[in-house]
C-alpha cells in the first residue's frame, strides 16, 4: 500500500487512501456496491450482485468543453444553439476512497478523483470528483454528485456525464415530449419553452416560421422539460430538482447515454425498479405527488365559453336542454379582452387583458353571476390567470387597479438591468407587459394578495394557471435575488409558478374543492399541483402538434410523475394565409372537435374544452344542436367512466403516483411494437385498453393488442388476443374500447350500461 495523502476540494478536506491495485469495490450500503477499474475508467454499482448502473470500458465516463450556449428568445420560443469547443478526450482516475457525508445511510461516499485533459490544444487539466452514496431519505437507489474544477487557463462551461445502455433499452418521460414514442435514437434537451406551431408538421412549421423566426418550433420544443427518464429495463435516473440548468439527454448511440450538463457540478440519482410502475413510485417519492382532484370533476363537462353573462347562460341552459352534464364552465376571458392585429396574416384576434380583475363589460356582476350558477345549475366557474402583468392604461371600460404599474414601481417584476426597469415580454402589438418575479418574497405575498382579493373574493373553483415559460435568459435580466443566474432560474420558474398557487391552501376556504391546472413544468413541480393539461395543439390531426400528439404527450408526462391529465378538446391554435386572411390553412372541423372529445372521454381526468384562438374560424361545440349533442354525448361517456376512474386517482395516483393514461410499454417493456407505440392505442388504468380514432374521415382503427390477455370489445363483444392485429369498428360515437380479461370488480359496471343504451344510437357529423 501507498501511505496516505490529503486532499483538498470544494470547502472539504478528505483523508484519501490510494491503493496500488487498479480495480477497487466497496459496500455503499443497503446491498449497494460501487467498482471501480482505473485502468479501463470503468465504474458499476450494482445491487446485490445486479449491475443497475455502469460506464463504458475503455472510454472516459466525464468529459467537459468550452464555450457558451447561443439562446435566442423570441415571445417565448427559445432557439438553442449548442457550443462546445476544447472538448476534453482523455480522463484518468488517481485515486478511490471514503469520506464522510452526513446524507448517506452510513454517513460515508465513496469518492473517486482524477483528471481530464485533451482539453483543445492547452496541456493545462479539469480536476474532478464524482461520489455516490446511499441516501438516507431513500436507500433503494444511489445518489451521485459531481463536481469539475479547472485550472485557471481553461474555461470549461459544461460536463458530459456518459454511461453504458443496451440497443434494446428504450428511453420514456423527459417530460411533455410530443412527437415519439421511446426516445431511443434522440438527442432531447431540458428547456422548458413555448411548444412551437406545427413542430415539424407541414406546411404549419414552414409558414410559421417564413419570417425568420421560430415560432414553429421543432419535435422537441415543450412547455415541460424534465430531466428524468424511465426506461423499459425501469431503470430511472434523474438529476435533482436543484439542478435546472440547460441540459441535453442523448440516446443517438444505440449502447450509451450521455447527459450533458451547462453547469461544472450536478447531482442526481439513479435505480433500478421492480417494473415500469414501480419505477413511476420511485420517482414520485422523491418528486412527490399531484394534490387530489376534487369529485365534481368527475360529473361531466367543463365548457369553454367567451363572450360574457349573457352568451354564458344561454350555452349552459341549452347544453342541459341537450342532456349534457355541465360541471362548469371556464370563461378565460373573465378580466375582459381587446383585439390584437395581427399584421403577418391581416386578421384580428381576441386577446385577454392580464390585469387579474373582472371586466366590467363582459362580466358586470361577476361575484353574483358566478353564485348563481352555482345556486340555479350546480355548475362551477373557472376563471384564467398567468405570471404576467399588462399595462392596461388604454383599456375601454376601465379598471379599477393597474397591477402593472404597481408591480413597476416596486420591481416586483422581472428586471432588465440595461433599461434599470420592468423587462417588457413581446407578445404581439397593444400588449406591454412584465412577467412576476418570484424570486421576490414582496412579489409573491403581494400577488398572493391580488389573487385572493380580486380572484377568489367570487366563489370560483380554480383557473388555468397558464404560462410560465417565458422567463429571459438575457445577459441583461436580473431578479430580486441577486444571486439567481436567468439561464439556471429559468427550468425553475414553472416549479414556483405552481408552488405559488399551492400555497394559497391555507388561505382560501374552499381551496380542497378547486383545480389550478398548468402546461408548464419542472421537476417536483408536480407536488404542488393537481392538473395539468397537455398544452396547445394545432386544430388538425397532425402527429407532432395535432390530435395525436396529445396523446403522445400524456403517454409521457405520467412517466415524469404527473399522474392527473386531460385534452383541451378541440385544440388551440388556428393558422391562416399571410397573404390571404380568408385562406384558412388550419381550423376546427365538427369532425375533429367530435373524435377529440371522444379521445378526452376515454383518456384524461378532467373533461374541458376551449374555443380555440380565433373563434370564429371553428366550429365549436355550440355552434349547432348537431356538434352540441355530439359533444353531450362524449361528456356522457365520460361521466360514466367516473367510478373507474375515480378507483384509480383515489387509489393507484395518489399512493403511487400511477398515470390514468399509460403507454402500453408500461405493462409491455419487452414487446417491441409496443414499445414504440405512442399516440395509437393506450391503456386507461389496469382494466380498459383504448385505440382512438384520430385520423380524419375513418371509422375504423387497426389495433394492436399486445401481450397474452384477451381484450373484449365492449361494443360488440368479440374478443381479440394478445399478439394480434385487427381493424375494428369505430364510428362517431364508438371509440375503440376493449377491456382487458376479466376485471373482479363492478367498477365499470356504469360505463358498460352507457355502452349498452347508446350502442343503437347513430352519430351523424
Keep these: 500500500m501507498l501511505g496516505s495523502v490529503l486532499w483538498a476540494w ?213 412547455y415541460s422539460a424534465i430531466p428524468q427518464y424511465i426506461s423499459s429495463f425501469s431503470r ?21 447515454v450521455t447527459v450533458r450538463y451547462t453547469e461544472l457540478a450536478v447531482d442526481g440519482y439513479f435505480l433500478q425498479a421492480s417494473d415500469i410502475l414501480d419505477g413511476i413510485t420511485k420517482l414520485t417519492d422523491y418528486t412527490g405527488r399531484m394534490s387530489e382532484l376534487p369529485e365534481w370533476v368527475d360529473t361531466g363537462a367543463i365548457l369553454g365559453i367567451q363572450g360574457g353573462q349573457t352568451k354564458v347562460n344561454k350555452i349552459v341552459d341549452q347544453g342541459l336542454n341537450l342532456s349534457c352534464p355541465v360541471a362548469g364552465v371556464w370563461l378565460q376571458d373573465w378580466s375582459g379582452t381587446h383585439l390584437q392585429s395581427v399584421a403577418a396574416f391581416d386578421v384580428n384576434i381576441s386577446r385577454l387583458w392580464w390585469n387579474w380583475e373582472s371586466d366590467s363589460t363582459l362580466y358586470p356582476t361577476w361575484a353574483e353571476f358566478v353564485q348563481s350558477l352555482r345556486d340555479d ?5 373557472l376563471a384564467y390567470i398567468n405570471p404576467f402583468l399588462a399595462n392596461v392604461s388604454t383599456k375601454p371600460d376601465g379598471y379599477r387597479r393597474n397591477l402593472f404599474l404597481e408591480a413597476d414601481e416596486a420591481k416586483y417584476t422581472i428586471q432588465n438591468s440595461t433599461i434599470n426597469s420592468t423587462a417588457i415580454i413581446s407578445s404581439g402589438p397593444g400588449i406591454t407587459a412584465g412577467i412576476l418575479d418570484l424570486t421576490n418574497p414582496a412579489t409573491i405575498s403581494w400577488f398572493k394578495d391580488v389573487l385572493i382579493e380580486q380572484v377568489w373574493s367570487a366563489n370560483i373553483s380554480g383557473y388555468m394557471g397558464d404560462f ?94 404527473y399522474a392527473h391529465g386531460h385534452v383541451e378538446i378541440g385544440g388551440y391554435t388556428t393558422i391562416v394565409s399571410e397573404e390571404d386572411s380568408s385562406l384558412v390553412i388550419v381550423n376546427r372541423t365538427a369532425e375533429l372537435l367530435g373524435r377529440w372529445g371522444e379521445l378526452a372521454a376515454v ?61 402500453p410499454v408500461i405493462y409491455h417493456p419487452t414487446d417491441v411494437r409496443a414499445k414504440n407505440i405512442s399516440y395509437e392505442s393506450f391503456f386507461l388504468g389496469a382494466d380498459l385498453y383504448v385505440a382512438p380514432v384520430l385520423d380524419e374521415g375513418r371509422q375504423y382503427v387497426e389495433v394492436y393488442f399486445p401481450g397474452q390477455e384477451t381484450y373484449t370489445h365492449v361494443w360488440s363483444g368479440v374478443e381479440y388476443h394478445g399478439g394480434s392485429v385487427a381493424n375494428v369498428s369505430a364510428p362517431y360515437g364508438k371509440p375503440a374500447v376493449f377491456v382487458v380479461g376479466h376485471p373482479e370488480h363492478d367498477l365499470l359496471k356504469d360505463f358498460l350500461a352507457f355502452v349498452s343504451k347508446e350502442n343503437g344510437t347513430v352519430i351523424n357529423v
Excluded at 377 to 381: E, Q
Excluded at 515 to 530: D, E, F, G, P, Q
Excluded at 606 to 626: A, D, K, L
Aim: proline letters at 3%; one cysteine or more; charged letters at 20%.
Design 468 to 561: 410560465g415559460e417565458y422567463t429571459p435568459v438575457l445577459s441583461d435580466t436580473s431578479f430580486s435575488n441577486k444571486s439567481v443566474d436567468a439561464r439556471l432560474y429559468h427550468n425553475e420558474y414553472p416549479r414556483d409558478w405552481a408552488k405559488l398557487h399551492h400555497s394559497l391552501a391555507s388561505n382560501v376556504s374552499n381551496f380542497s374543492e378547486a383545480i389550478i391546472w398548468h402546461r408548464s413544468s419542472s421537476l417536483a413541480a408536480n407536488r404542488y399541483m393537481n392538473l395539468y393539461w397537455v398544452g396547445d395543439q394545432n386544430v388538425d390531426w397532425g402527429v407532432n402538434d395535432g390530435i395525436k400528439s396529445a396523446v403522445t404527450l400524456a403517454g409521457h408526462m405520467g412517466l415524469s410523475g
Design 377 to 381: 345549475h350546480n355548475v362551477r366557474t
Design 10 to 222: 470544494s470547502g472539504f478536506t478528505v483523508q484519501s487512501s490510494l491503493a496500488a491495485q487498479s480495480s477497487w469495490e466497496t459496500d455503499l450500503s443497503n446491498g449497494f456496491t460501487l467498482t471501480v477499474n482505473s485502468e479501463t475508467n470503468h465504474l458499476l454499482v450494482a445491487h446485490e450482485e445486479n449491475t443497475i448502473w455502469e460506464t463504458v470500458s475503455g472510454q472516459p465516463f466525464l468529459s467537459a468543453s468550452s464555450g457558451v450556449d447561443e439562446i435566442v428568445d423570441s415571445s417565448g420560443n427559445f432557439e438553442i444553439t449548442d457550443i462546445d469547443t476544447n472538448k476534453c478526450t482523455s480522463q484518468k482516475i488517481s485515486s478511490v476512497s471514503k469520506e464522510s457525508w452526513p446524507r448517506s445511510v452510513n454517513e460515508q461516499a465513496a469518492v473517486i478523483q482524477g483528471s481530464l485533459s485533451g482539453c483543445g490544444n492547452s496541456t493545462a487539466e479539469i480536476d474532478f470528483v464524482i461520489n455516490f452514496y446511499v441516501p438516507v431519505e431513500f436507500t433503494d437507489r444511489v445518489a451521485f454528485h459531481i463536481d469539475l474544477n479547472p485550472q485557471s487557463s481553461l474555461d470549461a462551461s459544461k460536463l458530459f456525464l456518459t454511461y453504458r445502455s443496451s440497443a434494446s433499452e428504450d428511453f420514456y418521460g423527459l417530460g411533455g415530449q410530443a412527437s415519439f414514442a421511446s426516445l431511443k435514437n434522440q438527442s432531447v434537451p431540458i428547456f422548458t419553452r413555448e411548444g412551437g406551431v406545427g413542430r415539424g408538421d407541414q406546411p404549419v412549421t414552414y409558414l410559421e416560421n417564413e419570417d425568420g423566426g421560430f415560432a414553429g418550433g421543432d419535435k422537441f420544443t415543450t
Design 603 to 663: 383518456s384524461s381526468a378532467v373533461f374541458r374544452s376551449h374555443e380555440g384562438n380565433i373563434p370564429s374560424f371553428n366550429t365549436q361545440f355550440y355552434t349547432n344542436t348537431s356538434t352540441y349533442s355530439y359533444f353531450a354525448y362524449n361528456a356522457r361517456l365520460f361521466r360514466s367512466l367516473a367510478p373507474y376512474r375515480r378507483n384509480i386517482l383515489d387509489t393507484e395516483s395518489k399512493t403511487r403516483g400511477w398515470p390514468l393514461l399509460r403507454m
Design 236 to 256: 430511472v435516473f434523474y438529476l435533482s430538482e436543484e439542478r435546472t440548468a440547460y441540459a441535453t439527454f442523448d440516446f443517438t448511440d444505440l449502447e450509451i
